[in-house]
């Protein structure tokens, strides 16, 4: 892998390739790990600041009921806040790594939060494009966003736990 030649991510204007990119979640969930995505991913790298967000009513599990359920006002709410959005503070690189703090906005509750990551370096592909890739993943406390949730099981602990892991593979083009 190609390591940048500096410690910021590339100057311009950067969105994401809706196409080829990615943003779910993993929880656990009983006696394993429940994932789920977000089929509209939007993000943008702009004036070194990285952007971007979800449409909460494109959540998407293996089960159409629990995804009303997911959109619900226990979980999401969708109805009243229909988008997770997420603004950097500040991005560092240190070769093909990556660590961003920034802020979350899931359920119109923002907390701070550190993501960390791979970088993959600009390079032109086959379509006449200038391209660069993250590899992000983040563990937030759900409850902190008003999520809170839960089936308590026959032992007295909580079905579904508070830390909750967002996974984004994003594929950034260069504008204009």
């Known amino acids: 892998m190609i390591t940048p030649e500096t410690d910021t991510l590339p100057a311009g204007t950067w969105t994401v390739d809706r196409v080829h990119s990615?943003?779910?979640?993993?929880?656990?969930?009983?006696?394993?790990?429940?994932?789920?995505?977000?089929?509209?991913?939007?993000a943008r790298l702009s004036n070194g600041v990285l952007d971007g967000g979800v449409n909460i009513g494109d959540v998407q599990v293996q089960d159409a009921h629990?995804?009303?359920?997911?959109?619900?006002?226990?979980?999401?709410?969708?109805?009243?806040?229909?988008?997770?959005?997420?603004?950097?503070i500040s991005v560092a690189l240190e070769g093909d790594r990556v660590?961003?703090?920034g802020e979350i906005t899931i359920k119109g509750?923002?907390?701070?939060?550190?993501?960390?990551?791979?970088?993959?370096?600009?390079?032109?592909?086959?379509?006449?494009?200038?391209?660069?890739?993250?590899?992000l993943e983040a563990t937030i406390d759900r409850t902190a966003f008003g999520v809170r949730w839960n089936n308590p099981l026959a032992n007295g602990m909580p079905a579904l736990s508070h830390e909750v892991t967002i996974i984004a593979n994003l594929q950034f083009?260069?504008?204009?």
């Open 173 to 176: 083009v260069r504008q204009g």
């Open 22 to 42: 990615y943003v779910g979640f993993a929880v656990d969930y009983m006696a394993g790990t429940f994932v789920g995505s977000f089929v509209s991913v939007d």
């Open 109 to 135: 509750h923002t907390e701070p939060v550190a993501i960390t990551g791979t970088f993959i370096v600009p390079f032109p592909d086959p379509f006449g494009n200038t391209r660069f890739g993250l590899g």
């Open 99 to 101: 660590a961003i703090d």
């Open 66 to 88: 629990l995804e009303a359920h997911l959109q619900a006002p226990e979980f999401f709410d969708a109805e009243h806040h229909p988008k997770l959005t997420f603004e950097s």
